[in-house]
């Protein structure tokens, strides 16, 4: 519902076209693969891929589409990775549909189009994770076992539990759900 709402929205705009929609992040990188809009609208969380996974797929395969996350989470850690996986834009969904129309031709013109508030709030706690920690962070805050992290990420048991104990200590948490539980409420996960 709330795509096709979008999508009409948008529609409205003389100048904008919207050439697809997709349900999942996986979806929406097989129609930009064929259909190379100039720019791509999507949200932060999707089935089979995040928007934050998509965005540097796109970025790697179909450098000259943009991409704009339009997402509910007005997080600072989210912005910051959104900015660092390639988007161009960083928009919240209660933003007027007037600012995302123009956010979208400021994008395809090769500018960037980012929520002010967050920018700011985006570079004043850093993430202290890295990627692998962040990757067996987030499947233990799911409730896999360090045997299933390890054999999905090709990592000895004992490695896992190094990046989880590293991921643990530098959140100050007691344990690897309230580390998760932490890290996702700074956008970080």
Not at 23 to 46: F, K, Q, S
Not at 57 to 74: C, D, N, Y
Request: hydrophobic share 45%; with cysteine.
């Amino acid at each position: 519902m709330v795509l096709g709402a979008l999508a009409a929205l948008l529609e409205i705009e003389g100048d904008l076209e919207v050439v697809g929609r997709a349900r999942d992040g996986e979806e929406a990188l097989e129609m930009c693969t064929r259909l190379r809009p100039d720019v791509l609208l999507t949200d932060i969380e999707m089935p089979k891929r995040t928007g934050l996974e998509l965005a540097a797929a796109v970025r790697a395969a179909l450098p000259a589409t943009k991409v704009i996350i339009l997402t509910t989470f007005a997080r600072g850690g989210y912005l910051r990775r959104a900015l660092e996986s390639g988007a161009s834009g960083y928009l919240l969904k209660d933003s007027p549909a007037e600012q995302l129309a123009n956010a979208i031709r400021r994008v395809q013109a090769g500018g960037r189009a980012v929520d002010p508030e967050l920018a700011a709030e985006a570079w004043s706690e850093p993430d202290p994770l890295t990627d692998r920690e962040r990757q067996v962070l987030r499947r233990a805050g799911e409730g896999e076992t360090s045997a299933d992290i390890a054999a999905a990420l090709h990592l000895s048991e004992g490695t896992v539990r190094n990046y989880l104990s590293e991921a643990i200590s530098k959140l100050g948490a007691g344990n690897r759900v309230e580390a998760a539980r932490i890290a996702r409420e700074k956008g970080w996960l």
